[in-house]
């Protein structure tokens, strides 16, 4: 489908923008149902930051928050490519709310997953989103920092 007919797939930043949480989160969108290679690098990160049961559950708990989504969601979420720099608008909104959830954020959280489920299912979408998010966050903690680019300092913010 056409971005420009769908805006959900609009390019609204690159994934480089986010942070390491969100950029979990998003990389687990793209693979999930489409790229077995990448799942696989994703679980055993998983498995590497919390271990093999916890790694286990929190996988299930990213397929039910997939299946609440498929079951309830206003629409299918557009995803980029697995391996494209760009960040959809529908992947932005996702990855928000997973950082929401990790951070205890629970209205903003609730807000975000009502922007993809019914809002008779955004709790329940933001409760799992927020179990996933904590064990990402738990998990980005446990891997190495991004090596930092330096960056020129300019009085112009864009």
């Not at 709790?123 to 930092?148: H, I, N, T, Y």
Request: proline share 3%.
């Amino acid at each position: 489908m056409n971005s420009a007919h769908n805006r959900g797939a609009q390019r609204v930043g690159l994934l480089d923008d986010l942070g390491d949480v969100e950029r979990l989160a998003v990389r687990w969108l793209r693979s999930w149902d489409r790229d077995p290679v990448g799942i696989a690098h994703l679980e055993s990160t998983l498995t590497v930051g919390l271990g093999v049961d916890q790694a286990r559950n929190i996988k299930g708990v990213f397929e039910d928050l997939m299946e609440v989504g498929r079951q309830y969601g206003r629409r299918a979420l557009c995803r980029h490519g697995c391996h494209c720099r760009c960040l959809g608008a529908d992947e932005a909104v996702f990855a928000h709310l997973i950082e929401a959830g990790a951070c205890g954020e629970q209205e903003d959280a609730a807000l975000l997953a009502s922007l993809v489920v019914r809002p008779d299912m955004a709790m329940c979408f933001a409760g799992l989103a927020a179990e996933f998010g904590m064990a990402l966050s738990k998990v980005a903690r446990a891997a190495p920092a991004r090596p930092q680019v330096p960056t020129q300092v300019s009085a112009t913010v864009h």
